[in-house]
T-cell receptor
Framework: DVKVTQSSRYLVKRTGEKVFLECVQD?????MFWYRQDPGLGLRLIYF???????EKGDIPEGYSVSREKKERFSLILESASTNQTSMYLC????????????FGPGTRLLVL | AQTVTQSQPEMSVQEAETVTLSCTYD???????LFWYKQPPSRQMILVIR??????QNATENRFSVNFQKAAKSFSLKISDSQLGDAAMYFC?????????????FGKGTHLIIQP
């Protein structure tokens, strides 16, 4: 079974703090993704990576950056957290160029005060 | 840009009955994937069923089946013999086929309630 883990289930941060969300997978998948989920909006793609050190912007990259130094680990960075970044963050992985199925982590619920 | 529309924010069904969740999408591509994902309360998002656009046969997974109408750009999910464990948010998603990485485009979700 694919296992995708996220560093925290719940996180509370202050406005202006730098925030790191980490995602780790154990299935040697090439592709990793970060989404945010908000009620009534569904999931929206922030960034994705198809290889180590490679990254691509998704639909809503503003205010975020990512890092992929190792294949199994994909970090989402909020450079200066703001209250409008309060959300559920979901990491996902997929195998190969066809990436037919994405496998999701349990999510991190972030509250920015 | 591709869009995915789920017109039913919430649906309710009696246990053991059948329910259909609607999804429409907009794309100019001819080859793509469509997915239904399930997100139970406070639990991980999991894949329910996947359809490849070039396949005319509707996908089926046990009690879950889809009605894929490519010309109408419609992809509905039918759940037969509904069970209490089916209660969840259901998301319809789209992804273009072919090589290269790309994320999924999701609908806004349908909250499915199962009445005992």
């Amino acid at each position: 079974d694919v296992k995708v883990t996220q560093s925290s289930r719940y996180l509370v941060k202050r406005t202006g703090e730098k925030v790191f969300l980490e995602c780790v997978q154990d299935m040697d998948h090439e592709n990793m993704f970060w989404y945010r989920q908000d009620p009534g909006l569904g999931l929206r793609l922030i960034y994705f990576s198809y290889d180590v050190k490679m990254k691509e912007k998704g639909d809503i990259p503003e205010g975020y950056s990512v890092s992929r130094e190792k294949k199994e680990r994909f970090s989402l960075i909020l450079e200066s957290a703001s209250t409008n970044q309060t959300s559920m963050y979901l990491c996902a992985t997929a195998r190969g160029p066809k990436q037919e199925t994405q496998y999701f982590g349990p999510g991190t619920r972030l509250l920015v005060l | 840009a591709q869009t995915v529309t789920q017109s039913q924010p919430e649906m309710s069904v009696q246990e053991a009955e059948t329910v259909t969740l609607s999804c429409t999408y907009d794309t100019s591509e001819s080859d793509y994937y469509l997915f239904w994902y399930k997100q139970p309360p406070s639990r991980q998002m999991i894949l329910v069923i996947r359809q490849e656009a070039y396949k005319q046969q509707n996908a089926t997974e046990n009690r879950f089946s889809v009605n894929f109408q490519k010309a109408a750009k419609s992809f509905s999910l039918k759940i037969s013999d509904s069970q209490l464990g089916d209660a969840a948010m259901y998301f319809c998603a789209y992804r273009i086929s072919g090589g290269g990485a790309d994320g999924l485009t999701f609908g806004k979700g349908t909250h499915l309630i199962i009445q005992p």
